[in-house]
């Protein structure tokens, strides 16, 4: 028996998708590619921070922070 995703909705009705393992497998994938995408975008934006002077020392900032 394959296996099942979860129930999304058709027409305001619930279904159960059944989906193959090899295609569950090729999802999960997806996913975790779309996971380093994101971070690698973020790894990235933060560079271009860096480079740009958009940053702070966060022990800096917390120290100011402080109540005296």
């Known amino acids: 028996m394959p296996p099942m995703a ?4 058709r027409n ?3 279904y ?3 989906i193959d393992a090899q295609r569950l497998d090729y ?3 997806l996913e975790r590619e779309r ?3 994101l ?7 933060g560079l271009e921070d860096m480079a740009a002077g958009r940053v ?3 022990r800096a900032v917390l120290l100011q922070a402080r109540p005296i």
């Open 56 to 58: 702070q020392d966060a």
């Open 27 to 29: 999802y999960h994938r």
């Open 6 to 9: 979860s129930q999304p909705h």
């Open 39 to 45: 971070l690698l975008e973020d790894a990235s934006a």
């Open 35 to 37: 996971i380093h995408l």
């Open 16 to 18: 159960v998708a059944i």
């Open 12 to 14: 305001g009705e619930s």
